[in-house]
């Protein structure tokens, strides 16, 4: 799922993590049953300016090998 999105809030949590709340700015019904279902699971997402996300997803590729 690609999706554009905009940063609406960030936390810092007591135990040190960070809380992100993002909103998707072309969401439909099945991206909340999505995001819920992701809710359940161990996600990873690449977070950066839409302009560098080619380089970014490069970066994450070349980690993964």
Do not use: Y
């Not at 940063?7 to 709340?21: F, L, Q, S």
């Amino acid at each position: 799922m690609f999706k554009q999105v905009n940063i609406a809030r960030v936390n810092t949590m007591a135990d040190g993590g960070i809380r992100v709340t993002i909103d998707l700015l072309d969401g439909d019904e099945e991206d909340i049953k999505n995001a819920f279902s992701l809710m359940k699971q161990e996600t990873s997402m690449i977070l950066c300016p839409t302009n560098n996300l080619i380089e970014q997803m490069q970066e994450v590729a070349a980690a993964l090998h």
